[in-house]
């Protein structure tokens, strides 16, 4: 049997429909003695610095890549509906090779954002990717990507044509990619996957290009379907009993009471399953949509093979095909996994004659601050009054002490370029918060007009801040109004320039009691009778469902209450699937429509 590894794998940073946390995958490539994973998320890299680290800890290799959205034109914005335009996107696999190819991944995943935004859409375009090509591996990707599209709504002599753009782009770096998840006629033109399949085969042979198999994995086990399907109407805010199907095709999709999952056209899922009492309401369900006048489908996928399969598995699917599994150790082996820690950079900060060097200024400023200009050389002004009244050994012994760890750790210029743009947020009449977090502790920063927090008045620790024994970078949280807060944001970027600026997301997991609630609107209990349930879990902050089952016997037991007419208990144990899954559900609004990549 070959040897086997995943190259389309998505994890829960595919914010709309990847709910496989990287952990979890790399367990279970451990345990399958796979030797490479490829990371290969919508549109983004964010899970990268997490993903190389997790596969190192559990000695899997890493291969860094990314699912981009490929449009003809990245600056396009306006569609018109007249004339029949729409924003046409391709999916489309890149996988770094090596350093050189990390850092243009990087590269077109930051271009994407900055030039291709479009709804909630990062997009590239092959001009830009002429540019940044070198050191990437690119495949013929999933079913909506450009070949297989082509294939399914031009002609094979139009998908031909543009798999030689592709074969000139990266020679032998390209590769044939088929997956095989049943997926049958899409979108009405009577083809499936596996017609697709045949024809990039032979493709394949005709141009004697290297062909792969992958499996688009989307959650980590087969059982975790139900649970991931759930999170996708979570995520896009439909109701879980809306059906998932095609209404042109006449293909749905049921979940039976074995929790089997069965994908077929309708009329032979009610002969087959229409006496299965959950299938019963899903096929009651979908008949009273098809008898309105716009019969509704949700985003949803066809079944359960999207998962991470085994080497086993894999095999047995691609039988006839060996050679698209060994093909997949080609790629592996001509990986060098990129290197993604280093130093931290920090843009420079102009220092004034006559100081020579950032500490200098740094203990200008904050002198002048604590003192008054009479305690600097007599070059800074300042237009408010000094923080302290009265010198006092004391208070110099401080400053001196902070400077001296400040110096130590190299983080002058630092707090000189965040003291730069917070006092000219407040001269330009921006509101500024008082300064939360450790860095109340810093007497320098609040000598610099970073903080408003006097930390020697209330003994707060300055250690807390900054320690020479835990060497990382300084956290100031500092907070500007909704309205004005473009202005810094501006400041800087004109300031530094625009490459040297950027802003950072925060991941949200679900929380105990909002988990709850989304679910229970997903599944359509009651607002009264959802209410009931959160206000059973503890308030405390932190809690988990897991903590709140163990403190709440009431709660506990609905939730073991396996009754076919216990919506409350099926509620709960979905909230507890969800949250196992690690669903990053606040960042994914938006999309309905999908095709599986």
Known sequence: M?????????????????????????????????????????GNMFGAFN??????????????????????????????????????????????????????????????FIEGLYSKFPRIDKELLLQYHEGLIATSCCIGAEIPQTILFGTEAEAEEKLKWWLDVFGGDF????????????????????????????????????????????????????????????????EHSIPVGDIRTNYYTLLTSKGEVKYDLLDNLRSNYGRDENAQKQLRRIDEELQKPKPHTRFGFANDQFFFK????????????????????????????????????????????????????LRELTYVGAFGPSAGKGIVTMSKPPRYSERTPEIEERLDYELRIIQTMGFAGYFLITQDFINHGRNIGVAVGPGRGSAAGSAVAYCVGITNID????????????????????????????????????????????????????????????????????????????????????????????GAFAENQELDMIRRDESADNLKGQILRLATQARRLGAQHRHSRGRRHHRPG
């Open 175 to 238: 590769y044939i990619e088929i997956q095989r998840h049943g997926l049958m006629n899409f979108d009405g033109t009577g083809k499936s996957q596996e017609d697709v399949n045949q024809v990039l085969l032979g493709f394949a042979k005709k141009y004697n290009v290297k062909v792969i198999c992958t499996n688009d994995s989307h959650y980590v086990d087969q059982t975790d379907y139900a649970a991931h399907d759930l999170l996708l109407c979570v995520n896009t805010g439909e």
């Open 2 to 42: 070959p040897v086997f590894s995943h190259l389309h794998s998505h994890t829960q940073y595919s914010l709309l429909d990847g709910q496989a946390s990287i952990s979890a995958l790399m367990k279970k490539a451990q345990k399958d003695e796979m030797p490479a994973v490829a990371l290969t998320d919508h």
């Open 51 to 112: 993903f190389v680290a997790e596969a190192n800890k559990y000695n899997v290799k890493p291969i860094v890549g990314c699912e981009f959205y490929m449009v003809q034109d990245r600056h396009k914005k306006a569609f018109s509906r007249e004339k029949g335009e729409r924003d046409v996107r391709h999916h489309q696999l890149l996988l770094a090779k090596d350093q050189a190819g990390y850092h243009n991944l990087s590269k077109l995943c930051s271009m994407s």
């Open 310 to 361: 085994n080497q086993a598995q894999m095999n047995e699917l691609f039988i006839d095909r060996p050679d698209s599994v060994d093909n997949t150790n080609e790629i592996v082996d001509k990986i060098t996994p990129p290197k993604l820690a280093r130093d931290i950079l920090l843009p420079n900060f102009p220092i004034p004659a006559p100081f020579a060097n950032a500490d200098e200024f």
């Open 455 to 546: 930390p020697i008045k209330y003994s707060l620790l300055f250690e807390r801040f900054l320690n020479p024994e835990r060497v990382s970078m300084p956290d100031i949280d500092i907070d500007f109004d909704d309205v004005n807060r473009q202005k810094v944001i501006d400041y800087v970027v004109d300031k530094y320039g625009k490459t040297q600026v950027a802003q950072i997301i925060t991941f949200g997991t679900m929380a105990a009691k909002s988990s709850i609630k989304d679910v229970a609107r997903a599944m359509e209990l009651p607002l009264p009778q959802t209410n009931d349930l959160t206000k059973m879990v503890p308030d405390k902050p932190g809690t988990t469902l897991a």
